[in-house]
């Protein structure tokens, strides 16, 4: 229970004005790119404005986690587990990464092509774990600098972009095929984070 209160008070901590007025833009930002290319698959020539609205969503995905401090003295002096630390900024970095996701799926219900977004050949279900997927492999980049932190900052963007793919492939089902894949990179990349975690001394 301790544990969980720790998980939620760090989680409220990031939460801050700065990051509401962030992901405020997000959304705004999803809303009009999927006013805009709501009806571009309909009509057949979608790839373009989609691979637009991909980069845009794991530009800020990446960006928006990068500004977590993990480096805060404060949760190193609590007794917390390296684990507990990953888990709680995971949370903030996910709220944070589909913002933008977020207002593009309502978009898609205004305009009325949520369902076919949705479908197994839709590109709702690879935007939204694409982007996670960005922002859980971003975090290890929270606690390093230099190239370290660019290096990471880009394997996360290229990671959500390579779980994407099959969408812009073309590929039968192609919002179940990266799903999978997704799935298990972001379990350790999580689990990478938080043994970061439990080394980083932030004194030294």
């Known amino acids: 229970m301790n544990g969980t209160r720790a998980t939620l008070a760090i989680v409220r901590r990031e939460m801050d004005a700065r990051w509401l007025v962030e ?25 373009a404005e989609y691979s637009l609205l991909a980069a845009a969503a794991l530009w800020f995905a990446v960006s928006g986690t990068l500004g977590i401090d993990v480096r805060d003295g404060m949760y190193f ?32 219900a205004v ?36 190239a370290a932190r660019r290096f990471y900052a880009l394997g996360a963007w290229l990671a959500g972009a390579a779980a994407m793919s099959p969408y812009f492939l073309g590929l039968h089902d192609a919002a179940y095929v990266g799903l999978a894949p997704a799935l298990v990179a972001g379990f350790f990349g999580l689990r990478a984070f938080g043994e970061t ?7 030294g």
């Open 23 to 47: 992901r405020a833009a997000g959304l705004v930002t999803g809303l009009a790119a999927g006013l805009v290319f709501a009806g571009a698959n309909a009509a057949g020539n979608g790839a």
């Open 77 to 108: 002096a609590a007794p917390l587990y390296g684990r507990q630390l990953a888990r709680a900024h995971a949370l903030a970095a996910l709220a944070g990464a589909f913002a933008l996701p977020a207002g593009t799926i309502i978009a898609w």
């Open 111 to 146: 305009r009325g092509t949520l369902g076919s977004e949705l479908a197994p050949g839709g590109f709702a279900l690879p935007l939204l774990y694409g982007v996670a997927l960005s922002a859980i492999i971003a975090l290890s980049a929270t606690p390093r600098t230099g």
């Open 197 to 203: 975690l439990a080394r980083y001394d932030p004194i």
